[in-house]
T-cell receptor, first 114, second 110 residues
Framework: GAGVSQSPRYKVAKRGQDVALRCDPISGHVSLFWYQQALGQGPEFLTYFQNEAQLDKSGLPSDRFFAERPEGSVSTLKIQRTQQEDSAVYLC????????????FGPGTRLTVT | KQEVTQIPAALSVPEGENLVLNCSFTDSAIYNLQWFRQDPGKGLTSLLLIQSSQREQTSGRLNASLDKSSGRSTLYIAASQPGDSATYLCAVDNNNDMRFGAGTRLTVKP
């Protein structure tokens, strides 16, 4: 069966550009998570959706970061006015239920801001 | 705030050795703990998930233990193989708030 997919896999943006990263979760999965992973570090939580509701956005580093999941399936993470410190791998994960269940990760989008 | 620490940061062993990776966390009020494998340039692959009420989980050559009261988990890999070379990440879940360690980078030499 299809796993979590993310697109694009690689994105190069000039400083100041806006970017949009897409996540397609496993079909039917209720929960969706976004993480940011800097080089040599573990992933850091950004935000969490249960269906279309964004229940936790405490990890978003600034108001330049915005995430949505309007129909409770596909999610988009948008970064406005990108800066060099935004360079990282952005990982998406989905889980079949709400609550603390096993998360299934996508391959990530590597964002490089020049 | 939950802090997750993994020791060692890197480990190199000859093929066939048994090895142990360590994970510690500061807040014992967790729902579960998950061990992941990450290959270079790839996403995370879940290896084992231990619910807070469990003490260990096994899958093939892998065994993970959890001591919630002391804030520790170990991942035991038996009879290591070159294909086991990867970064191993530990993550604790405080109900949809998952915190990761920085990982242990494992190299298994043929």
């Amino acid at each position: 069966g299809a796993g979590v997919s993310q697109s694009p896999r690689y994105k190069v943006a000039k400083r100041g550009q806006d970017v949009a990263l897409r996540c397609d979760p496993i079909s039917g999965h209720v929960s969706l998570f976004w993480y940011q992973q800097a080089l040599g570090q573990g992933p850091e939580f950004l935000t969490y959706f249960q269906n279309e509701a964004q229940l936790d956005k405490s990890g978003l580093p600034s108001d330049r970061f915005f995430a949505e999941r309007p129909e409770g399936s596909v999610s988009t993470l948008k970064i406005q006015r990108t800066q060099q410190e935004d360079s990282a791998v952005y990982l998406c994960a989905s889980s079949p239920k709400g609550g603390a269940y096993e998360q299934y990760f996508g391959p990530g989008t590597r964002l490089t801001v020049t | 705030k939950q802090e997750v620490t993994q020791i060692p940061a890197a480990l190199s062993v000859p093929e066939g050795e048994n090895l142990v990776l360590n994970c510690s966390f500061t807040d014992s009020a967790i729902y579960n703990l998950q061990w992941f494998r990450q290959d270079p340039g790839k996403g995370l692959t879940s290896l084992l998930l231990i619910q807070s009420s469990q003490r260990e989980q096994t899958s093939g050559r892998l065994n993970a233990s959890l001591d919630k009261s002391s804030g520790r988990s170990t991942l035991y890999i038996a009879a290591s193989q070159p294909g086991d070379s990867a970064t191993y990440l530990c993550a604790v879940d405080n109900n949809n708030d998952m915190r990761f360690g920085a990982g242990t980078r494992l190299t298994v030499k043929p």
